[in-house]
């Protein structure tokens, strides 16, 4: 007689590949897997608001544990409501597995309530897209998360069949899930990286999320220190490279761009490790004529009518980065001197002005009171660039945002995923009054989960960004206030106290009451969003 069901085998498995979590709105066709996790120990169910944010819940747990995230929605607009957050884990290179009702076999292609085709519509947002079967639902997951966990790290689909939940099988066991092993780079094409490097007067390193996946911080920083390289990095990269570093050039596409775009128009090459165009694009941002010379995983994406490959490294980075350390330690000719000053001009005015309460002056006091071990997250929108260039990122991981997706409204469930998955470190999130909106239901998951969180919310009544872009086209302001004036209202949304700040002081004693509290907390600073104004959308490319 068959001991087990689908169901426990399903969630056992995931637990047994290190799953923690599972985020989602549950489904009658749910019910079975959710008394699973119930009885199940070490995987729990986190109720989410909505399935979006259950996405980037999933997103972030994958991000900082390294195993696949899981999250869930039910058929039709649940699991539309849950592309938004895979979506965002396919293009910020997260490692999950999005899991949806899916009719049975006998309904598909039918006239049903709620119905989809959850494979096609997943299938552009995704690595892959499957679906179980009784006995063989283990070896699914196992693929799934082999997937999601090989080369770029993305989100795979399972669809999981109405009514399988219970059906009767033998206890099985997934076994031990990894990435794909990276191929060693081919020996040519470290030659011609290696004769084009040699050959520059001014190479210029750029860091992306690549190199940040492969852990190859102290690689890239001994390349930098040998040769007397600028090290740029993408906004996602941060922390690859301390800011106070003599070789610290700057993030790219962020606030004062232009300011960094000085450095590397001076390139005669660019070295690009694990640079991931999801980014920016080098044509957004490389001169023309430009010559690049790539060490990814995956073959460079670049406009080769404007930019020659010079060399075009696929593979493992760590072969190709020894190759370069391994050449006579020649500085190349870099004014460091220069790139110092230039650095120090940027950060000067990207710190916050005399006693103005602005955007700036609140970065500056959030990083003064949150530890350096600290997290924080951010949505999308204006603060997004200016935290880019300014936010002090001590090591990878303790700033998080979404730069491959940008999606707004991601700021606040990554604020919990992180607070799930790091207990013991103090996490916060900042947001725009703009992206709080979006996913404020969320607050009710973090008094549910009674979360420690500081959640900072800039008020500034204004889609910034957009509103800075129109008036750039001379049109008037229209559709891009968030309100004509005031706060987001009363002393406590869901059961979360807020505070309002209009000055530094106010908002750092609001903020270290509210690290010191017992749950979530929010601090509303009320900010002038005209301060973004001189700092971005600057032009990238020289």
Request: charged share 20%; proline share 7%; glycine share 10%.
């Amino acid at each position: 007689m068959k001991s087990t069901n689908v169901a426990r085998n399903v969630i056992a498995g995931l637990r047994d590949i290190g799953v923690r979590y599972v985020f989602g709105v549950p489904s009658g066709g749910w019910v079975d897997y959710m008394e699973a996790i119930r009885t199940t120990d070490g995987i729990d169910f986190v109720l989410a608001s909505h399935e979006g944010g259950a996405g980037f819940m999933a997103d972030i747990c994958g991000r900082l544990t390294g195993v696949p995230g899981v999250c869930f929605g039910t058929f039709g607009p649940g699991a539309t409501n849950l592309a938004t957050g895979v979506g965002g884990a396919t293009l910020d290179r997260s490692p999950m597995i999005a899991l949806t009702d899916e009719m049975p076999e006998a309904l598909r292609g039918r006239t049903v309530q709620m119905a989809i085709d959850h494979q096609a519509l997943f299938a552009p947002l995704t690595k892959a897209t499957m679906r179980i079967e009784a006995d063989t639902a283990l070896e699914t997951l196992a693929e799934a998360a082999h997937i999601a966990l090989s080369g770029r790290p993305g989100a795979v689909h399972v669809g999981l069949p109405q009514g399988m939940s219970a059906v009767a099988v033998e206890p099985a066991e997934i076994g031990a899930v990894a990435a794909a092993v990276v191929p060693e780079p081919a020996k040519a094409d470290i030659a011609a990286l290696v004769t084009a490097f040699t050959s520059a007067k001014k190479p210029v390193l750029a860091v992306g999320l690549g190199a940040v996946h492969a852990r190859e911080e102290a690689r890239i920083v001994a390349l930098a220190e040998r040769f007397g390289l600028p090290v740029l990095l993408t906004p996602m990269a941060k922390g690859m490279i301390a800011e106070d570093h003599p070789n610290y050039a700057g993030v790219l596409f962020h606030a004062l761009s232009d300011m960094v775009g000085i450095t590397h128009a001076e390139a005669d090459l660019v070295v690009a490790v694990g640079y991931d165009p999801v980014e920016f694009n080098y044509e957004g941002w490389m001169k023309d004529g430009l010559a690049l010379a790539s060490i990814d995983l995956a073959p460079a994406d670049i406009d080769l009518a404007k930019h020659p490959l010079a060399a075009d490294v696929v593979g493992a980075l760590a072969p190709a980065l020894d190759a370069l350390l391994a050449l006579p330690a020649e500085p190349k000719a870099w004014d460091l001197a220069a790139l110092g000053a230039r650095k120090n001009a940027m950060f000067e005015r990207l710190a916050g002005q005399g006693g103005r309460f602005g955007p700036r002056a609140a970065l500056d006091v959030l990083r003064d009171v949150l530890p350096d071990d600290g997290i924080m997250t951010c949505d999308v929108g204006a603060h997004t660039h200016l935290i880019g260039q300014h936010w002090r990122t001590p090591r990878p991981g303790t700033q998080i945002m979404t730069n491959g997706w940008s999606a707004m409204g991601f700021g606040l469930p990554a604020a919990i995923a992180a607070k799930l998955c790091r207990p013991d470190t103090p996490v916060c999130c900042v947001l725009g009054d703009g992206g709080f909106l979006m996913t404020a239901g969320e607050l009710a998951t973090a008094v549910r989960e009674e979360l420690p969180l500081v959640i900072v919310i800039f008020t500034d009544n204004d889609l910034a960004l957009i509103r800075i872009k129109q008036e750039k086209k001379s049109n008037p302001i229209y559709g891009t206030p968030v309100r004509s004036e005031g706060t987001i209202g009363g002393p406590s949304l869901f059961g979360v106290p807020v505070t309002v700040a209009r000055d530094p002081q106010e908002f750092r004693t609001a903020l270290e009451a509210g690290f010191a509290a017992g749950g979530p907390v929010i601090v509303e600073a009320v900010l002038d969003s005209r301060e973004y104004d001189e700092l971005v959308l600057r032009k990238d490319k020289p």
